[in-house]
């Protein structure tokens, strides 16, 4: 449906979210969004350091997994 939308729709597009929004309340919805993408990255490095923390501190490495399967199930695979 939006495959061949081209270059005079996007614009057809954005004039008409500008007319209908106007340029303050584009520019602090932009803001928001500015603000989203820090917090999400900033989560996500937080994450990460978090992960690598908890494997450091694990007695196995964190790349081995351990076979957890009841050994009656291990027959059936």
Known sequence: MF???????L???AVVVLVLFGRGKISSL????????TSFKKGV???NKEIEDAGEEAEEPA???KDVTPDADKDKA
Do not use: H, W
Not at 3 to 9: E, V
Not at 30 to 37: A, Q, S, Y
């Open 3 to 9: 495959n061949n939308i081209g270059l005079p729709g």
């Open 11 to 13: 614009l057809l597009i």
């Open 30 to 37: 932009m803001g928001e969004v500015g603000k989203g993408i």
């Open 45 to 47: 490095a937080e994450g």
């Open 63 to 65: 790349e081995t997994a």
